[in-house]
Antibody, heavy 121, light 108 residues
Framework: QVQLIQSGAEVKMPGSSVKVSCKAS????????INWVRQAPGQGLEWMGG????????NYARKFQGRVTFTADKSTSTAYLELRSLRSEDTAVYYC??????????????WGRGTLVTVSS | EIVLTQSPGTLSLSPGERATLSCRAS???????VAWYQQKPGQAPRLLIY???SRATGVPDRFSGSGSGTDFTLTISSLEPEDFAVYHC?????????FGGGTKVEIK
């Protein structure tokens, strides 16, 4: 069974950066897209983009380009999201999610439990 | 980008009743690449339906999806107590992948 284990909650100052990790187990890591989805308090889901570890080229949603970086470490089956220049509107739960089709950004069959990032002075 | 509009925003129903949730896309979704997710408070979303009508592993058959083009529907044939939650639709036919605003199914 595929499991996605995310890092713990973070509290950050405005203007700083945060790095969230997502460790995968139970299946081949490299060929499936790891997507990042965020949810602000009381709001809907927002896709930030994703990365297929074996390909290594991230796919960023336009809204986040220039402020976010996705990376993947195949040796540890771990994906990372780094978000820079944090502002209060970035306060949200950040989820990693994976599809079931290799080399494709498809529906999200597996989800991490989420990482709460709070941006506050 | 493809904008998804879900309606109604809130659906108030009793256990045993039928729930019909709508998801309308601003453009045709290629290959009917629409998914539906259920989310309960404090939990991650759970995939129910993908490809507009295929049930994900372990999803009860009271959940069904239908539709094509720009109009998609999630139907819960007879609500169980555990079905009261928020439901999100998503399109993954074109990047950026997008979600609808969600429909809350609450107990009447």
């Amino acid at each position: 069974q595929v499991q996605l284990i995310q890092s713990g909650a973070e509290v950050k100052m405005p203007g700083s950066s945060v790095k969230v990790s997502c460790k995968a187990s139970g299946d081949t890591f490299s060929n499936y897209a790891i997507n990042w989805v965020r949810q602000a308090p009381g709001q809907g889901l927002e896709w930030m983009g994703g990365i297929i570890p074996s390909v290594g080229v991230p796919n960023y949603a336009r809204k986040f380009q220039g402020r976010v970086t996705f990376t993947a470490d195949k040796s540890t089956s771990t994906a990372y999201l780094e978000l820079r220049s944090l502002r209060s509107e970035d306060t949200a739960v950040y989820y990693c999610a994976r599809g079931h089709i290799v080399y494709d950004f498809s529906s999200f069959h597996f989800w991490g439990r989420g990482t709460l990032v709070t941006v506050s002075s | 980008e493809i904008v998804l509009t879900q309606s109604p925003g809130t659906l108030s129903l009793s256990p045993g009743e039928r729930a019909t949730l709508s998801c309308r896309a601003s453009q045709t979704v290629s290959s009917n690449y629409v998914a539906w997710y259920q989310q309960k408070p404090g939990q991650a979303p759970r995939l129910l339906i993908y490809g507009a009508s295929s049930r994900a592993t372990g999803v009860p058959d009271r959940f069904s999806g239908s539709g094509s083009g720009t109009d998609f529907t999630l139907t819960i044939s007879s609500l169980e107590p555990e079905d009261f939650a928020v439901y999100h639709c998503q399109q993954y036919g074109r990047s950026p992948l997008t979600f609808g605003g969600g429909t809350k199914v609450e107990i009447k």
